[in-house]
T-cell receptor
Framework: SQKIEQNSEALNIQEGKTATLTCNYT??????LQWYRQDPGRGPVFLLL?????KEKRKERLKVTFDTTLKQSLFHITASQPADSATYLC??????????FGQGTTLQVKP | DTGVSQDPRHKITKRGQNVTFRCDPI?????LYWYRQTLGQGPEFLTY????????KSRLLSDRFSAERPKGSFSTLEIQRTEQGDSAMYLC??????????????FGPGTRLLVL
């Protein structure tokens, strides 16, 4: 069956450092992959989308890589800030638009 | 604000009761999705609509669950004979069917259901 794994343990880093979050998947060939941010008690907020034929995407301090051979995506936040503290969700997408989410990784940035 | 809205934001009910949730998508979006999220997990897909047509339903959606999008605008999700296991956050998302199949989904704030 399809499986998506994100770091289950919380990631704690110091302000100013780069946070790197991992998303691995099996038994699936997504057309694209997305990263969302979710704050407690709120719905997910879209951050970045990367297609299967793309290797890397950037947006301001965010960078996503997508390796379809390794079946892995890495999500980087550079120059992290306490305001970046949240849960980050990886989601695999198909041409129907349906998303399959990982369980999320909680990031805590300490001042 | 023209984002996705959901109503109610919170619902407490007793086991066996029926509940109905409403989602209003972004106005020009033709696709609407329902997801369920439990604590510590990512959202799980329940069903989706393209305009008024319900195109896919998850096996998670038992016969106690029904969703409608009668005029291709707002949607309702009804749970009949609620069970304690139905306690979760119910999220609605909408999107515009884009080229190449890749699309951004915009989520509402969710409806948190607690079944006592």
């Amino acid at each position: 069956s399809q499986k998506i794994e994100q770091n289950s343990e919380a990631l704690n880093i110091q302000e100013g450092k780069t946070a790197t979050l991992t998303c691995n998947y099996t038994n699936y060939s997504p057309a694209y992959l997305q990263w969302y941010r979710q704050d407690p008690g709120r719905g997910p907020v879209f951050l970045l989308l990367i297609r299967e034929n793309e290797k890397e995407k950037r947006k301001e301090r965010l960078k996503v890589t997508f390796d379809t051979t390794l079946k892995q995506s890495l999500f980087h936040i550079t120059a992290s800030q306490p305001a970046d503290s949240a849960t980050y969700l990886c989601a695999l997408g198909s041409n129907t638009g349906k998303l399959i989410f990982g369980q999320g990784t909680t990031l805590q940035v300490k001042p | 604000d023209t984002g996705v809205s959901q109503d109610p934001r919170h619902k407490i009910t007793k086991r066996g009761q029926n509940v109905t949730f409403r989602c209003d998508p972004i106005s020009e979006h033709n696709r609407l999705y329902w997801y369920r999220q439990t604590l510590g997990q990512g959202p799980e897909f329940l069903t989706y609509f393209q305009n008024e047509a319900q195109l896919e339903k998850s096996r998670l959606l038992s016969d106690r669950f029904s969703a409608e999008r009668p005029k291709g605008s707002f949607s309702t999700l009804e749970i009949q004979r609620t069970e304690q296991g139905d306690s979760a956050m119910y999220l609605c998302a909408s999107s515009l069917d884009g080229k190449g199949g890749a699309e951004t989904q915009y989520f509402g704030p969710g409806t948190r259901l607690l079944v006592l």
